[in-house]
């Protein structure tokens, strides 16, 4: 996979913890650069585990499934993609609370990391150099929901739901051209 799927791929998984980012800068009434580095720390950093869990997963049912594979990432890639769009079309941010604590942290992350673990599974079908994958995925995660903090604490819930249905079109357009592909090769 080149760099520029990577990166593509990192910026569509990214956009559900930019849009609780945004909701957690929302819910500050004194932002600090702590709030962004904790966020981004906390959403990056399970963003770029949650894909290394899913390929170590993957890689141990691929040579089963190599047959398949292309369709199998297509629907995965297409399914967080379709429901990234359907939750685009919520108004509100979610209630994400004002605390930056472990707690709250640990679970907002888990929450909007776990389509990154499926796409762990598609890079393991793949066989995606994972290293370069979960750090791309990772740094833009992070970059990502740090400025949702400040972005969010600034201009309120405005770029929410852009985020989540762009990221929804990303994926499912890498999906289909992992199969078109793969069909076609």
Avoid at 70 to 98: K, P, Y
Avoid at 109 to 134: E, N, R
Wanted: hydrophobic residues 55%.
């Amino acid at each position: 996979m080149e760099l520029a799927e990577l990166i593509i791929i990192a910026v569509g998984l990214s956009m559900d913890a930019f849009a609780v980012a945004i909701c957690k800068g929302l819910s500050v009434q004194s932002l600090k650069v702590k709030h962004a580095l904790i966020t981004g720390l906390f959403f990056g950093g399970f963003q770029a585990i949650m894909p290394l869990i899913g390929h170590l997963f993957g890689t141990q049912f691929s040579e089963y499934i190599v047959t398949v594979d292309h369709w199998i990432a297509f629907a995965l890639l297409s399914v967080i993609g379709i429901n990234m769009i359907r939750e685009s079309r919520q108004e509100h941010c979610e209630n994400v609370g004002n605390t930056f604590g472990l707690k709250s942290m640990l679970i907002l992350s888990l929450a909007t990391s776990i389509d990154a673990l499926a796409v762990g599974v598609t890079f393991a079908f793949l066989q995606v150099d994972i290293l370069p994958a979960v750090l791309t995925i990772g740094i833009i995660t992070f970059l990502f929901s740090a400025a949702g903090v400040k972005i969010g604490n600034v201009f309120g819930a405005k770029f929410k739901s852009k985020a989540e249905f762009a990221g929804g079109i990303i994926l499912i357009g890498m999906g289909l051209k992992i199969l078109v592909e793969h069909l076609t090769a």
